[in-house]
């Protein structure tokens, strides 16, 4: 007799039709023989999906070329199935759940044709932690099936963790015909099941990541009283030895990124990665709020990635650990054989072929390597991975670190007066836009916790959740928000940000331990300048002071944006998010 799991992937194949039904067991072996497959056999749009890079300067390293219509998430075509549409909140695109799944089922029916079903077992979390969830995914794709395999913890483990249980996350995933106006990814909630199709692109195919982590596992959270967070993950240790873990939620083109790998300026200082995207945040049995990283990888925006930016980063990208590395839509040197993009080190080679296969020509104004092209590699290739990282219970939290990106108005670090002044200050973090994301820059989009792409239900039973999590804690975590982009008179960043973000790390690890000063301002506490690590930084004391400044009038017409924003959750917006509104608003 069939497990539920059998039965249900069965079901699936009776729909997709494929030629074979392929378990992935997540060994080496196996994943040398997809790779070989998808240079030899499979084909996207005539290319063949994998390709051999230098295997003398990157090692492991292979090259994908996605769909040209299919290079980032599709928010819009990004769907939450709630029964209920006033659950899935103004945040959420809604489709009702029955037709959802009737056009998804006409969509799929024989869509694997041809094609290799490939099964893909894995856990978000150690297996052996009482965090974690065990999962499943479908798809008809080696690309999908070697990128899961490095983004999670894959194998047969995870089919002892299921047995003959139904409670496990499902996932359906088919590129289908790469047709845009056929490309859907669908979330049931209340069923933990997500449903892709028509797309090949990281966070719409590789269903482990942004669709079960965030979307689905926020609603898990909510229901089970846990956090699923856009969040890194990294321990901060001091010259004594001492580790402070912290977690910090920051929107793309942040420094994310960067901040969990960073290489310390400070001597004596040294930063140790557990995360750089997410983290499932549970009271502990001590009444602590501990974090675990429920990925095992690294996917990562390649443009802006160099040894100077994130030095860390390409020592993990070039290690001879993990099998196998695989970048994304770069450029290719085509005299060197290595992937290429903007910002990497050394100059412009001379023969370039673009992320679209052709000929590069540095003339015609256009991008060689796509501006959100990407690297997928594992979290063990990373020299400063903390010890920690497999630990079933996960780390313990002494900061939430909440940033946005704005050039006027946010101090460069501010500690919230308390657990519900943090959630408030939370859910009135914004970032300005860049040009590549709108074609308009410097506009102001409200993105609560980094969350607001992410949030599989309501975000104002959101900051109900955030204010509950609190209540359980004995000790909560101080909250922070952090801004590294605010400009002089020039329009210049005043602060240099990277490896000196460490000295407001430095401040944000001594307050949370009692051992550092602060001045009270109507937004929160900010340092005493006397209490930062400010010396070697060549900043003139007029711009040190305006990292620091409030401008009241600016702050009124903040409070009227952040007024429209909460408004928009109308009753689910929790009266606790008005009380510190109304707060602010008698400060100022």
């Known amino acids: 007799m069939s497990t539920p799991l059998e039965k249900w992937v069965n079901e699936q194949a009776k729909l997709t039709k494929p030629d074979k039904v392929y378990w992935c067991d997540g060994s080496d072996e196996e994943a040398r023989r997809l790779i070989e497959i998808g240079i030899k056999e499979e084909k996207i749009s005539g290319n063949p999906v994998f390709h051999e890079l230098n295997q003398k300067i990157w090692p492991n390293a292979y090259y994908h070329r996605s769909h040209p219509t299919d290079v980032a998430r599709t928010e819009h075509l990004t769907y939450v199935c709630h029964p209920d549409k006033d659950v899935a909140g103004p945040n959420n ?351 102001l989009r409200r993105d609560p916790m980094a969350m607001l792409p992410f949030c599989g239900y309501n975000m104002g039973d959101y900051f109900k959740h955030w204010l509950s999590i609190g209540k359980k804690l004995k000790n909560p975590p101080k909250i922070y928000s952090v801004n590294w982009f605010r400009t002089d008179d020039n329009g210049k960043f005043i602060w240099p940000g990277f490896g000196d973000n460490i000295r407001v790390l430095k401040w944000i690890i001594d307050r949370s331990a009692g051992n550092a000063g602060a001045k009270e301002t109507p937004i929160g506490m900010v340092p005493d300048i006397k209490d930062m690590a400010l010396e070697g930084l060549d900043i003139p004391k007029k711009n040190i002071e305006k990292l620091f400044e409030i401008n009241h009038c600016e702050w009124k017409k903040e409070l009227q944006d952040i007024e429209k924003f909460i408004t928009q959750f109308g009753k689910h917006t929790p009266p606790e998010i008005w009380q510190e509104y109304d707060k602010l608003s008698k400060k100022l």
């Open 93 to 443: 695109n809604w489709m009702e759940p029955s037709k959802a799944k009737n056009m998804m089922t006409k969509l799929s029916d024989g869509c694997m044709k041809g094609k290799t079903m490939y099964v893909l077992p894995y856990t978000m979390g150690h297996p052996d932690s009482p965090y974690a969830k065990a999962c499943i995914q479908i798809t008809d794709v080696s690309y999908v099936a070697i990128s899961m395999r490095i983004m999670t913890r894959m194998g047969k483990k995870a089919i002892e963790r299921i047995g003959n249980s139904t409670d496990f996350v499902k996932g359906f995933h088919s590129i289908g015909d790469l047709d845009p106006n056929k490309r859907f990814i669908m979330h049931f909630p209340d069923e933990h099941l997500v449903w892709s199709i028509g797309s090949g692109y990281g966070g719409n195919a590789l269903l482990g990541k942004k669709c079960f982590s965030l979307r689905i596992a926020s609603w898990l959270g909510y229901q089970e009283g846990w956090l699923a967070e856009h969040m890194v993950i990294l321990g901060i240790q001091d010259p004594k030895g001492n580790v402070t873990y912290v977690t910090a939620a920051m929107p793309s083109a942040c420094g994310k990124t960067n901040l969990a790998m960073l290489e310390s300026t400070l001597p004596g200082y040294k930063v140790w990665t557990i995360g750089d995207d997410i983290a499932w945040l549970n009271v502990g049995p001590d009444g602590r709020l501990y974090a675990i990283n429920p990925e095992a990888g690294l996917f990562g925006v390649a443009p802006g990635t160099s040894m100077k930016t994130n030095p860390n980063m390409m020592r993990t990208l070039k290690a001879d650990k993990f099998y196998p590395t695989l970048f994304t839509n770069t450029a290719l040197n085509t005299d060197t054989n290595e992937p290429w993009w903007d910002g990497i080190d050394g100059p412009v080679p001379e023969n370039l072929t673009d992320w679209q296969g052709n000929p590069w020509d540095v003339s015609k104004n256009s991008k060689a390597s796509h501006p959100n092209a990407r690297f997928t590699v594992s979290v063990y290739n990373a020299p400063a991975l903390s010890k920690e990282f497999d630990n079933p219970r996960g780390v313990p939290i002494s900061a939430i670190i909440l940033g946005g990106k704005r050039t006027h108005l946010i101090p460069l670090v501010t500690e919230a007066f308390d657990w519900q002044n943090g959630v408030f200050l939370g859910a009135r973090t914004g970032s300005e836009t860049t040009a590549a994301a709108t074609h308009k820059e410097g506009v």
